[in-house]
């Protein structure tokens, strides 16, 4: 699985996972960079100063500790500057500089899409713009082979970084599982600290730095301005509302034994459907139906569609441009006769172990037990840890095989004990149940965190049963009232301010 630095740069001893590669010396301004803007961009691109205060997944009580982190960001029209989500989010503080001037600016975060890595700045000190004009970006894609300039400032030095290069490839992409978008990969140099920075060709912005290649040399990937337009748009409205996106599952129609067994001639060409989203929606597509246009636009047999004559991408890229009130008109082939479609389309894939959304984790303590939701932040202790992830899968446990899955009205969320137990009489004998799955309290099959606690609130029964969902482990039973009593002190043992958060008390506390 290939794996993507994000390029902002930490300077505190605890770095940030998106910049703890060693960056490669960049060079300094370019003699060949485009003449006719480099002093007005130069002046319009700027420094990001962040300070992080990210969750802490495994005591959801408390924030991690404070992480200082810089990126790049440019001057766009409206008065704001744009620059990549993970440069910002989770930011108690925020300023900009840049390169020629002493004083930093404080920023606001004012719109952010974390899916596609963007957000938008608003200063407190308006004047700023005064000086500092906004970028012109271009209204169409770069060629392949064309001269970019990537301005930022990556670490290494405090001045402005140009370097140059070319439009290596153009895809259409999956951003992070959930939403899918256009990314260009150009050779020119952009390290940690780039992030947010414009790419220039021609004198005007083709895109923003977001990424680099671990382990790779000389690649790079931004995202374009038609990916940025989309953003822009949305949040229009001050709410960032995210892409429609079609979520059945497809294969390629590349092999000749499927042809023969759907019956249809070299002729009919498209993507098959594999599995469909809604199997059962009235309307929708269904296993084995073949597509092959995406509006007026041809699918060819690898589910590509030309973008550029020497360019193809995903034929998903087109849903962005011709999805209407949730649908997107496609023509199918199905049981050999041919037909037209409006296919539903959503805003995003609903997970049973979602992410954060930028938010901090809730939870409940009982006893000296932590209850959380288990979500991706959370799964980080398994994400690199091989014989871990090994032992939760051949223990059956549901954070790795229902990593995938969609919620259900029997199961909205997975909750988790999210830290270790706290020392106690109570839990003696049993062992740590970290990262265990709760799959029943008293013999009820919890749904959610909610339900959990809705449960523990309304427990009559003089003992607490608490299964666990995997293949070997144990069955705690615990006594009600002191789990109940003990909680206080556990509470102020370890310095902790609330038995749960905001949300999780409002349903403690109610009757």
Not at 64 to 80: D, N
Not at 173 to 184: H, K, N, W
Not at 468 to 487: I, W
Request: proline fraction near 5%.
């Amino acid at each position: 699985m290939l794996q993507f630095l994000l390029l902002a740069v930490s300077v505190s001893v605890v770095s940030l996972s998106c910049s703890v590669a060693q960056a490669q010396s960049t060079s300094g301004a370019t003699k060949s960079a485009p003449q006719n803007s480099t002093n007005n961009l130069e002046k319009s691109v700027v420094k990001v100063f962040s300070t992080l205060r990210g969750p802490d997944p495994f005591k959801p009580w408390g924030k991690a500790s404070p992480q200082e982190v810089t990126g790049s960001g440019v001057v766009i029209e409206g008065r704001r500057i744009l620059t990549n989500a993970h440069v910002v989010e989770y930011a108690s503080q925020v300023q900009v500089q840049t390169g020629q001037e002493g004083d930093k600016v404080s920023a606001t975060v004012v719109a952010i899409s974390r899916g596609m890595d963007l957000a938008v700045l608003k200063l407190d000190d308006d004047k700023f713009f005064d000086t500092h004009a906004a970028v012109q970006r271009s209204n169409k894609l770069p060629e392949i082979t064309d001269a970019v300039f990537a301005y930022g400032y990556p670490t290494g030095g405090n001045s402005l970084s140009i370097t140059k290069g070319i439009v290596s490839r153009i895809e259409f992409v999956d951003y992070d599982g959930s939403v899918g978008g256009l990314r260009i990969q150009i050779d020119a140099a952009i390290n940690p600290g780039n992030s947010g920075g414009p790419v220039i060709a021609a004198d005007k912005m083709i895109g923003l730095a977001f990424s680099g290649l671990m382990n790779a040399q000389n690649i790079g990937y931004i995202i374009p301005n038609e990916e940025i337009e989309l953003f822009l748009k949305d949040i229009a409205d001050k709410k960032y509302d995210g892409k429609p996106i079609l979520l059945d599952v497809t294969q390629t129609f590349e092999n000749p034994t499927v042809r023969d067994y759907l019956k249809l001639d070299k002729s009919v060409e498209g993507c098959i459907i594999h599995l469909p989203y809604q199997a059962n929606a009235e309307n929708g597509l269904k296993e084995w139906d073949v597509i092959t246009h995406i509006g007026d636009t041809p699918i060819d047999n690898q589910c590509m569609v030309k973008l550029k004559p020497n360019v193809r991408v995903m034929f998903k890229y087109k849903v962005q441009q011709i999805a209407q009130q949730g649908k997107v008109p496609l023509t199918i082939v199905r049981a050999g006769k041919m037909m037209k479609i409006q296919a539903q389309v959503y805003g995003g894939r609903p997970h049973l172990i979602s992410d954060l959304q930028g938010g901090y984790p809730s939870y409940f303590i009982y006893g000296p037990i932590v209850f959380s939701r288990a979500t991706v932040e959370y799964l980080s202790f398994l994400s690199n840890n091989a014989p871990a992830l090994n032992g939760y899968a051949y223990n059956a446990s549901p954070l790795v095989t229902l990593r995938g899955a969609a919620p259900t009205k029997e199961r909205e969320e997975l909750v988790v004990v999210s830290s270790p137990f706290f020392p106690h009489k109570l839990v003696t004998g049993y062992s740590n149940r970290f990262g265990s799955v709760i799959y029943s309290i008293n013999g009820t099959p919890v749904r959610s965190l909610k339900h959990l606690v809705g449960l523990l609130r309304d427990l009559k029964d003089e003992l607490v049963v608490i299964h666990y969902d995997q293949r070997y482990g144990e069955t705690m039973v615990l006594p009600r009232k002191a789990m109940m009593s003990e909680t206080e002190g556990i509470l102020s043992d370890n310095g902790i301010r609330s038995q749960g958060s905001a949300d999780m008390m409002a349903i403690w506390n109610a009757k």
